[in-house]
Every structure is written in C-alpha cells, then in structure tokens.
C-alpha cells in the first residue's frame, strides 16, 4: 500500500492497522511525521525546559502509540482523538512523574476550564459542578470507581472493565445506573 505524506488526507485507520497488525516501520514513519509535531505543538508550555518536556511527550506518546496501535478501534474514535487522549495521558504521566505542580495559565491548551465572561453562566455553571459533586458523593462507591474511570481518567469501558477486573456488562450497567441517579439528583436539586 502506497502511504504518500501529500496526499490530502491520509487513510489514518489503515495506517494504524498497518502499525498494529505488521509492525509496519513505513506507517508508523508517516504516523510519527504527521502527528509528532502537532504533539510538540500542542505540549509547550510557558516554562523553563518545556521544549525537553515537549520532546519527552512525542517520544512517551510515540511509544504507546508502537506499543498500543493494537488496541486503536475505529467504531469508537478517530485516530487523532485516541492519539490525543495517549497524549493527555502521558502528559498527566509525565508531571506525575516529576511530582512539580503546573501554574495553570488560560492560554495553555491544556488548561480546560473555560471562563466565562457572563457571571450569570459562570454561577450556574458552578452550581452545576457542585450538584454533580454532592451527586457522585451520593453514588454507591463501585459506580463512582466506574465514573472515575471513564470520565475522568478518560479510559474505555473496556479499558475500565480491564483495570476494574469486571465484565463489561457490569462496567456499562453501573455507568447507566449512575447516570440516571446523578441525573435525578440534578432534577431534585433545582
């Protein structure tokens, strides 16, 4: 198969197959052309020694993506939003690792918080996160250890399953259960 770096817009699941089913070297080297600078890019933060961070990042992210390809489903997430939720996931990695907290400046990428400048949005917005706070408090613990999972730390279901030692079943039941009741304590908190 012909992998071509101008062509418009790569087939990036193939690409992937490629990586994951042959260890394809020539894949992987258009996967790593494409993707690592936008890594780096997206890592730079506003601190001595970032670009070392940033090559670090594109290196560890490299490495699962060599690792993990195996694991990439195209029915649950394009390439670059698998590709990226690695990348967040080694970029929390990586500062646990350094154990140095991060001022969180608002014109980093990876700052999530959005500020609103409507006061009204924002009041409701943090009764919003509060009710969610005080409803996961109300979960039984096994469904906030799920929620946690898959919301939180970003994993599949599958992935959750995986770590958590149960049946997916199980995983997708505690998810809907919880949703449901943190939904109706929402409702009940208006």
């Keep these: 198969m ?3 770096t101008d062509e418009a817009t790569p087939d990036w699941p193939t690409i992937m197959g490629r990586i994951a089913n042959s260890r394809d070297r020539g894949a ?6 494409y993707f690592a600078p936008k890594i780096k890019a997206y890592s730079h933060a506003k601190q001595p020694g970032a670009e070392l961070m940033a090559d670090e990042l594109v290196q560890d992210v490299m490495l699962r993506v060599w690792e993990k390809a195996h694991t990439y489903k195209v029915e649950l997430a394009s390439v670059s939003t698998w590709l990226f939720t690695l990348c967040r996931n080694c970029r929390i990695d990586q500062l646990r690792r350094t154990k140095k907290t ?3 400046d608002s014109d980093d990428i990876w700052y999530e918080q959005e500020i609103s400048p409507d006061p009204f949005l924002s009041v409701q917005q943090q009764r919003i996160e509060k009710g969610i706070r005080d409803g996961m408090a109300q979960l ?5 250890q ?3 999972k898959v919301y939180i730390q970003g994993k599949t279901q599958q992935q959750a399953a995986q770590e958590l030692g149960l ?3 199980t995983v997708k039941s505690r ?8 939904e109706q304590l929402l409702r009940s908190s208006k």
């Design 102 to 104: 991060v001022p969180l």
């Design 140 to 144: 039984p613990q096994e469904q906030i």
């Design 146 to 148: 799920v929620l946690t």
């Design 167 to 169: 049946p997916l079943g």
């Design 28 to 33: 992987f080297a258009i996967f790593f052309d």
């Design 175 to 182: 998810i809907r259960l919880s949703l449901k009741k943190l």
């Design 2 to 4: 012909n992998y071509r």
